[in-house]
């Protein structure tokens, strides 16, 4: 992960304060503006619907770190600095137009005290259960909490056998919960048997956890994972060089791909021009409109060359 800027303004740190308290912020013009995407190119599985570009100054933080949307258009994101955020993504014409009902404040420990900042509060990955209820996995300091709701406190579960010795910065960037009720789970840069071309990764749940392992393209990284409605799921990579700065893209694996204990996917989007190139770090599927849709953040750093983006894409291949 490229090195984080310092705070640039006092005003988000009145901001963050504010958040702390869980506060509700303004409407969909204050926290976010609606830009257009260039078409995707001839033959592509995916129609771009538009982005969002939100505002660190109104959320009170930046780093977003992962993403889910339900189907009623309810959005939920995490940080890496401890923050939850809440809001309804508006539509107009099936193409975004900003978040209304805006709601932020910080992650619990299973007291109920905020997560600090830093080693206990870099949340990485985030999963809705079936139950209504969340996990959320953590960084630095490598565990998953669930929470019954996400403003409340998050209670330890059991981690994938082994979690404990990934990389201080590179541990639990993908989780989700399969349409068969198992959870996947993928770290970031943690090679099993010093093989650097895969990423350690686990399926199963809590008393159930098989080791599997992801193979991503060389020179990226697996950032997060979405569960597909037939039964597979959408990874996010990215990579990042001094001179080519960020790229991404996303691999579908079917739900038979899912079975192997190397996990090699199909990439069916390409991070790269005409799209914007940023830090993408989370991914979500919903249905809106009859069409199964497509969306992605990006984790701004809090660095002001970056931007905290919302793409959102329509499938056309489904």
């Known amino acids: 992960m490229p090195p984080r800027a310092p705070h640039r303004l006092s005003r988000r740190t009145l901001l963050a304060a504010l958040a702390l308290a869980g506060c509700s912020s303004g409407g969909a013009q204050s926290v976010s503006r609606p830009l257009a995407l260039d078409p995707l190119p001839p033959g592509s599985r995916f129609e771009a619907l538009g982005a ?3 505002s660190d100054e109104v959320l009170g933080f930046g ?4 993403l889910h949307i ?3 258009l309810r959005l939920t994101a995490i940080s890496d600095l401890g923050h939850w955020v809440t809001a309804r993504l508006v539509l107009r014409e099936g193409r975004p137009q900003g978040l209304d009902e805006l709601r932020t404040g910080p992650l619990r420990d299973g007291s109920g005290a905020p997560l600090r900042r830093g080693y206990g509060g870099d949340a990485e990955s985030l ?3 079936p139950d209504g209820g969340w996990l959320i996995g953590f960084e630095r300091w490598q565990r998953i909490r669930r929470y019954r709701e996400i403003d ?3 209670e330890y579960v059991e981690a994938p056998p082994g979690l404990e010795f990934a990389p201080r910065n590179g541990g639990l960037e993908s989780l989700t919960v399969l349409r068969d009720g198992r959870w996947l789970a993928i770290a970031e840069k943690f090679h099993p048997r010093r093989d650097e071309t895969l990423r350690r990764g686990w399926i199963g749940g809590p008393g159930n956890w098989q080791r599997i392992a992801y193979r991503p393209e060389d020179g990226f990284d697996p950032a997060d994972v979405a569960a597909l409605p037939e039964g597979g799921a959408l990874v996010l990579e990215r990579s990042f060089s001094i001179f080519g700065g960020f790229g991404g893209r996303v691999v579908r694996l079917s ?3 899912l079975e192997a204990g190397v996990l090699e996917g199909e990439e069916v989007l390409r991070l790269e021009a005409p799209l914007p190139r940023d830090n993408f770090e989370g ?3 919903f249905r809106a409109g009859g069409r199964t849709l497509l969306a992605l953040v990006s984790d701004d750093n809090e660095n002001m060359l970056q931007r905290t983006l919302l793409l959102v894409f329509a499938v056309l291949d489904e």
Request: charged share 20%; hydrophobic share 45%; aromatic share 0%.
């Open 152 to 154: 409340g406190p998050g």
């Open 127 to 129: 999963a809705r259960l």
């Open 63 to 66: 780093g977003l770190s992962a």
């Open 255 to 257: 739900a038979a791909q």
């Open 283 to 285: 991914i979500t599927v």
């Open 52 to 54: 969002l570009q939100l």
């Open 70 to 72: 339900d189907d009623e």
